[in-house]
């Protein structure tokens, strides 16, 4: 792949000719790596987390390979439903959006992302991919933790690192960085009136700072007021910046949607955030899988082409990228439950102006599976982490994930 | 603790009428079954009936939840309702999915039953439960087309934890869970489905069932401990030591699983009450509501707790995942302290949903406060019983005392009573009040406050 990165809308010919193996395979360190001075490039990255298990074959859709069609009698996707790609592959009509994104180069695609010895637990895979380390290790501090460590060591602020949902996610983790978890802006307020003596409180929350500075405190306690803190001081904030900015876009109603149009807004608005994280799904259809599927991946397509439509022509736009991913994929052939059982290799979604779309990475072999009867992976996904933290973010990917991958040089046109 | 124990489980249950589709000639889906009643009718009016029928079911899993929550309040089994709650978390099931609610209250009648049994019976049991063979779609799990999903949790969450078997296993294990499905809240083998071959799984050989399944996995090492760390990590709010977790899983073996003993060892045990595990859990959002309450000598209806803490994030019967709640600290984030602090004052009768219109979508307070509609508390006299217990003649600093070793249900340390202290003096400026407080007749109003303060603080979302 030698590839230059380029501006100009590729042609069905480029995209399709974009596909070519990358198997990176990682270098162990040996030895003390010497930290390489980071400077702040001042972009932005937003994560979206697919739960549950995404199944490739749905997104990019082998539509000319019988094996497809009769490993999935009622899951796959009518011939002519199929938005074409080009002559081999296409995709769900539900992902109609990510279609005409893909085609107008506003995306890629990596297929046959995964890892060697992968478990088919989510548990367990969740653990591996939100630690991101050498040999699947899993330690508390998730890969996040560590890479604002590595870009931003000064900045402790917990608005550094944004999760957008209700429950805060493992890969944000870290013992002495805790980030920002909110779920809705309207969420970051308390309706409880202050009752008497309100004017001179002037109109406190009701969430009190009760600092303990001088106190000897119990880990958790203090942790927690840190908590109240922050949030005293970035609930009005956030709120603000989001009732002030009016939306380009409509978003999809739901939690997803919601949760992309708030990103938007804080991204627009220059809040303190650099890394954003949201998650969606959950993609794990064991059974009947069509239609809920079908809804789920329409949900994801919608809410990220509002997202993109919502910023178009923002400074916001140009700096920021958009990485998707998941912890596995799901089995070829559907199961007697009319669903899709935990599989090996996924696809990661990526989007942003400056990355050279298209769809890369060889497709999976539907015929050529692992033991358990999976895809096998050509890409292992800490590669693509690596291509991100080192092009688009100016870091060292060494320092984060303490092992050197190598990755493709497209990917250096981020 | 045997004391705890000793309360009957059934007497309190409410009478239930558990309607059930089939009974009506109709699956959760509507298709007809055939029964001449439904069948006759014109095909609005059976829409109608259909509509009434699930909102009876909606109706009755309600009352059952509501049941369970008042038992709760009133504190007449407390330690069999932590561990029910406790089991929920550990085998959940989703109303999400589960369309037929009368199988989520008999699932929830044998994890109460069974609560403080032998952990076999509670494995034993959840392999022929209706909800949880449905949950996993074990219906179609059949000898042509094995479905592995249940088998897969089974191994991995629910006895021996990762690492403790094979892909092979996986699959074996599935095989011996084949035909086993539930019918009308029932369990039925499915002899057609079933696969009567020989399975070969954790070392053993033989046609295997999914009873031999259980009693296979009973009979590894790695269940007891998986199960004694599960439960170490839930009493304690925080991750046991490997040592810690041997001695507790060498206990379990050697008592046969014997939850009961278990627990009793864990009342016991020294350690178990160590610095840094008291007062150092994060309390669930329904544990800490209904402690709460119980402190302030409030009693909110049981609908109140039950959708108080699906708005603080635990929905009964709608865990987010296979693998029950994160507890812990990830109960708290930025966002959740304020919904702690709403539903505090939803509790303490300073908010209502009088003069508060929906601000948008994400407006998930007016939508619990439009669900706890009709079910208020009133407002609680906080004064009142501050003077029955402690006079009316004393002073602020008295009264901050009484309330914080009373209302926070541990040692108050400086900050709060300071932060306590000074909010009640801004109050009793803003009301130019001087005399005793509980003679005041604004006293109820400026408690109210107060105790919104003191336990909206970090301190008080700990146990």
Sequence with gaps: MNTKASQHQPTRREVLLAGASLVAAPVALSGVCLPRPVTDNGRSLVLVRLRGGYDGLSVVVPHTNDVYYRGRPTLSVPKKEILPIDDERGMAPELEQLHAILLAGGASIIQGVGYPNAP??????????????????????????????????????????????????????????????????????SLVRTGPGASRLGGRSAVRL??????REHDMLSRLRNTGQATERLAPEIRRLVRRRKPQAEYPVGQFGE??????????????????????????????????????QREFSRGIGSFLEDLKGTHAAQNCLVVCYSEFGRR??????????????????????????????????????????????????????????????????????????????????? | MGELLAVGDEAREPSL????????????????????????????????????LRSIDKEQFLDHVCGW??????????????????????????????????????????????????????????????????????????????????????????????????????????????????????????KDLHDEGEKVLLGQRGNF??????????????????????LLSWFEGSAPTDGRVDSYAAFMREHDYDLAAWIHRLSCDPDFYRDEVIGQRVAGPLEWLVSTSRRLGVSPSPHFLYYGAAFAGQQLYAPPCVTGWDEGEAWITHSSLFQRADLLGALLGLLTIEGHGEDGPGDKVAAFLAQVRGHGLGVPDLAKSLTAAIGSEVGDEACVRWAADNWLGREADIVVLGTTGHRLQEMRKELEATGPLLQHSKANEVLLHCAHTMLSSPIAHLA
Aim: overall charge negative.
């Design chain 2, 209 to 230: 069932d999914g009873d031999d399944l259980a009693e296979i996995l009973l009979g590894q090492e790695a269940c007891a401990r998986y199960v004694s760390r599960a």
């Design chain 2, 69 to 190: 929550l008042r038992g709760m309040l009133e504190h007449r089994d407390p330690v069999r309702d932590r561990l029910t709650l406790f089991w929920h978390g550990f085998f959940p099931t989703s109303i999400r999915v589960t369309l037929r609610r009368y199988e989520l209250i008999r699932q929830h009648r044998f994890l109460r039953r069974t609560a403080l049994a032998g952990f076999g019976d509670l494995l034993h049991g959840i392999v022929r439960d209706a909800a949880m063979l449905g949950y996993f779609d074990n219906d179609s799990n059949s000898k042509e087309h094995p479905n592995e999903n249940f088998a897969r949790e089974l191994l991995e969450l629910y006895s021996l934890g990762e690492g403790n078997y094979t892909e092979v296993d996986v699959r074996e294990a599935a095989r011996c869970l084949t035909g086993y499905q539930g019918e009308s809240g029932h369990f039925v083998l499915n």
């Design chain 2, 17 to 52: 009428r558990l309607v059930r589709w089939e009974e009506y000639g109709c699956n959760q889906d509507g298709d007809d079954l055939g029964i001449p009643e439904l069948m006759a009718m014109p095909s609005k009016e059976r829409s109608t009936r259909l509509q009434e």
């Design chain 1, 120 to 189: 088919l637990s989510h548990f367990k895979a969740d653990a591996i991919i939100d630690s991101a380390l050498p040999d699947n290790r899993v330690e508390d501090e998730g890969w996040i933790g560590r890479l604002r460590k590595h870009l931003w060591p000064d900045n402790v602020l917990p608005e550094l690192v944004t999760h957008v949902g209700p429950l805060p996610p493992q890969s944000l983790r870290s013992p002495d960085r805790p980030s920002l978890c909110f779920d809705t802006p309207l969420s970051l307020r």
């Design chain 1, 210 to 215: 009760q600092s303990g500075e001088g106190m």
């Design chain 1, 332 to 414: 070829v052939s559907e199961n007697a439950s009319g669903g899709t059982d935990h599989g090996a290799a996924s696809p990661i979604w990526m989007f942003g102006q400056k990355l050279l779309p298209g769809i890369h990475g060889a497709s999976p072999s539907l015929t050529d599976l692992d033991e358990n009867g999976n895809l096998k992976y050509s890409v292992d996904y800490r590669a693509v982490f690596a291509a991100v933290i080192d092009s688009w973010l100016g870091g060292d990917h060494r320092q984060v994930l303490r092992a050197r991958y190598d990755y493709p040089e497209w990917i250096k046109s981020l």
């Design chain 1, 259 to 296: 949760s992309m149009g708030t990103i938007a807004a804080l991204l627009d608005s220059g809040f303190g955030a650099r890394v954003y994280h949201v998650t969606h799904g959950s993609f794990d259809s064991h059974s009947a899988g069509c239609a809920c599927q079908a809804d789920v």
